[in-house]
């Protein structure tokens, strides 16, 4: 997998073990300008995360297999460069204590699944306006 | 003579035995044989599958925008995992890209496959058409759903219910409370998820009057669902309930849940009556609710109740004392340092432990950023 930065594309990690939530996001964020580097599960996101430069946001389901999105948060976010990195969490329900959870270990916002892809694409960009 | 009756049992087992022999190789032959035709037909499936997947999922994901202009046909053997996966999308997305999703399915003509699968399916079949058509908001298939929702079997009638209320929310309400009330078959868990679809401002006034109107063992169900979706448009229905003689302790219970998770300052003076009241379980309730919408005076309350005969009281009292919106860790930690060693303080300590566990990543976090 092509990790290295692209010169003209902003990347983004997704971290998404379903395949067709997988397909639909790439399809979407490809097409909205994103390059894409796609971890199915916790551990091959942790694996990238301590391989690749770090991305200009990182997208991440909170139930992953292996290793969930609420553990890998602090693992990013302990990580001198990726500590600006702006994190958006996917969760499959609108859990409280979950999304809480995640704010407070240092995500910056949280999409509910079902998701509407327009609203999606455009608080990643807004982020990405931010980061720039 | 002997000797001849010996030669010819002898004889009849060998025969026996042969044959015997000869059955079982046959028999494991023919399961080898069937193991493999077994694989083979698996991996051709999978590989058919594969192949299907690998074409249309692509497709279906750049249909979430807009459709392609040309749509590949799919082979009828196909068209039960299409179903799987384009109904695995429509639950993933939802705005305007749903609408999109079901003209691919109205391009490929596979609306008329569902309506058929609706009328003759199998069990399996019927399920999915029952839900493609729920997202397809076809109310020409609205009296079958009815009946559905009405059937036997309590997969097909939820799944019937939740399709009607994707189709048209407020003509499905008066045909779904009735339902919500009869099926004790039904997962509360699906009638929370289709609850939560339909939004409260559809449910709530409905499962109130329904409440109200129902036996005692009937409106506590009701009052349970209704505590579920928060929503304070029931309560000025549901509060005269408290006024009726004789009160069930069923439906008193149901009605403190329903107002702890409401929350509304009117209905505190009243959880607080019931903080003593006879049976454990109102008593439950209350603390329960104290929890969620006492202010100050009232951990004095849940303190009493600290000590209270039953464990379950105790248990939730110091669950409420816990989440008191006015307790802050310092007022906790003070607090658990003045109760006597005993019963009181042991049930208090892993609420107080799970409060600070769930405030160190809190403060880890906003250090973070």
Known sequence: MNTAPHPDKPTLLMAEDEEDTASLLKFLLERAGYRIVHAPDGLQAQQLIDTMAPPSLVLLDIMLPHMSGLQLLPYIRNKPDWQRVPIIMLTADSSEHDIQQALATGANDYMVKPFNPRELTARLSRFLKIAA | MTAVTDHTLSQSMIDVGWLATVTIHGLILFLLGWTLIIRRLRVSTDRRRQQMMTVWRPILAQSVIEAPDTLPPIHPRDRVLFLY????????????????????????????????????????????????????????????????????????????????VRIDTPRAIPVL???????????????????????????????????????????????????STRSHRALPLIRPLLDRQPLHEDVLAGCLSLF????????????????????????????????KMGVEEDSAILIGLLNDVHWWVRYRAAEALSVLPTMTDEKLSLLVQTLPPGEERHILTPFVAKRFEESLPRATGLSAA
């Open chain 2, 85 to 164: 996966v384009w109904n695995h999308l429509q639950e993933s997305i939802k705005g305007e890209s749903s609408d999109e999703l079901c003209a691919v399915i109205r391009r490929t003509g596979m609306d008329r496959v569902v309506r058929h699968y609706l009328a003759k399916g199998t069990l399996r079949q019927q399920l999915l058409a029952i839900v493609t058509l729920g997202h397809l908001k076809d109310p020409s298939v609205w009296p079958h759903l009815v009946d559905l929702a009405h059937d036997a079997n309590a997969f097909r009638s939820l799944e019937a219910a939740r399709a009607l």
């Open chain 2, 177 to 227: 409370v009735p339902l919500i009330s009869q099926r004790a078959d039904w997962s509360p868990l699906k009638v929370l998820a289709i609850l939560q679809g339909a939004g409260d401002e559809h449910v709530a006034h409905a499962l109130g009057e329904a409440a109200v109107q129902a036996d005692p063992l009937i409106a506590a169900r009701l009052l349970r669902f209704l505590a």
């Open chain 2, 260 to 291: 702890g998770q409401c929350s509304d300052p009117r209905d505190l003076p009243i959880v607080r009556q019931y903080s003593a009241h006879p049976t454990w379980f109102i008593r439950v309730q209350a603390a329960t609710a104290l929890g």
